[in-house]
């Protein structure tokens, strides 16, 4: 099993409206890394976080935020979202991190922006 | 900038046919290329992952091979069935950046 819990899964907003994702890890695997889905774009990597740490980012405006808690859970925000947000947002763990290694990946979150 | 293509996008065979997906990466100067399927309404499962020394990995009846001079790895499906239903995505990991380039992937169906 991937071990990866995502919440919510189903998610409708509106615009400028302000979004948290939730991507809790099994127990021991530091990093996590979040990934956004689109038709027209494909996956794109987000943001790293291990122990806490971001480590690594992708190209998305600062509207996209995150942080991680000493359990290795972790938290995306979206700010004033834009239609265009419209996405399925995937985490994923793993022991390193980095990319260097196999990740589990969660269900994702689908979010829909009205 | 590295770029990542995967061709065909979709693809249907029958039953038992063998087959092979393609993915094309533009930049050599990658530290590892994974493959990865992806089920209607489901995350991602990793497949295989390739280090850049490595020339294949193998997984069952899965086989996936890797030519950083011509920026080029396969997947091979043996005796496919019709659960390989999926995409099929490979993304490389570049060296420096250590960020997933992903391709938009190849939507494979086995016909019973």
């Known amino acids: 099993k991937a071990g990866v819990t995502q919440t919510p899964r189903y998610l409708i907003k509106t615009r400028g409206q302000q979004v948290t994702l939730s991507c809790s890890p099994i127990?021991?695997?530091?990093?996590v890394s979040w990934y956004q889905q689109t038709p027209g774009q494909g996956l794109q990597f987000l943001f790293e976080?291990?122990?806490?740490?971001?480590?690594n980012k992708g190209n998305f405006p600062g509207r996209f935020s995150g942080r991680q808690f000493s359990n290795s859970r972790s938290e995306m925000n979206v700010s004033t979202l834009e239609l265009g947000d419209s996405a399925l947002y995937l985490c994923?763990?793993?022991?390193?991190?980095?990319?260097?290694?196999?990740?589990?990946f969660g269900p994702g979150t689908r979010l829909l922006v009205l | 900038k590295q770029e990542v293509t995967q061709i065909p996008a979709a693809l249907s065979v029958p039953e038992g046919e063998n087959l092979v997906l393609n993915c094309s990466f533009t930049d050599s100067a990658i530290y590892n290329l994974q493959w990865f399927r992806q089920d209607p309404g489901k995350g991602l499962t990793s497949l295989l992952l390739i280090q850049s020394s490595q020339r294949e990995q193998t997984s069952g009846r899965l086989n996936a091979s890797l030519d950083k001079s011509s920026g080029r790895s396969t997947l091979y499906i043996a005796a496919s069935q019709p659960g390989d239903s999926a995409t099929y995505l490979c993304?490389?990991?570049?060296?420096?950046?250590?960020?997933?380039?992903w391709g938009a992937g190849t939507k494979l169906i086995i016909k019973p």
């Open positions: 994923a763990r793993s022991w390193a991190g980095g990319g260097q290694e196999t990740q589990y």
């Open positions: 976080y291990f122990s806490e740490t971001q480590r």
């Open positions: 127990s021991g695997h530091r990093s």
């Open positions: 993304a490389a990991l570049g060296d420096s950046n250590y960020q997933l380039i």
